[in-house]
């Protein structure tokens, strides 16, 4: 069992930039691979960026490849998602999100355990 908990969301102007994390609770964080997906009103939640169990490999999304990284520390339980020149079309609610099987998967019916969001807003 993993508990996720999200934090570093708020309300920024197009440009800013913005750290999220994520704090893992429960054994064997190291053995999970993670991942970051987005959901905004009226919208199907997306995938943003993800990350295998030891960090050697990333994955994202085209709509932020190159402006957001994301990054684990095992020894704290912590997943980070680094989010540069923010966009309007970046506001929704941002999840992290755990999977052992899978491996840094694109799609959210492959994570077993979900954190309960933070909302990120990018004003224009």
């Known amino acids: 069992q993993v508990q996720l908990v999200e934090s570093g969301g708020g309300l920024v102007k197009a440009g800013a930039s913005l750290r999220l994390s994520c704090a893992a609770s429960?054994?064997?964080?190291?053995?999970?691979?993670m991942g970051w997906f987005r959901q905004a009103p009226g919208k199907e939640r997306e995938f943003v960026a993800a990350?295998?169990?030891?960090?050697?490999?990333?994955y994202y999304a085209d709509s932020v490849k190159g402006r957001c990284t994301i990054s684990r520390d095992n020894a704290k339980n912590m997943v980070f998602l680094q989010m540069n020149s923010l966009k309007p079309e970046d506001t929704a609610v941002y999840y992290c999100a755990a999977d052992m099987i899978f491996g840094a998967s694109l799609y959210p019916s492959e994570y077993d355990y979900w954190g309960q969001g933070t909302q990120v807003t990018v004003s224009s």
């Open positions: 990350i295998n169990y030891s960090g050697s490999s990333t």
């Open positions: 429960g054994r064997s964080f190291s053995r999970y691979a």
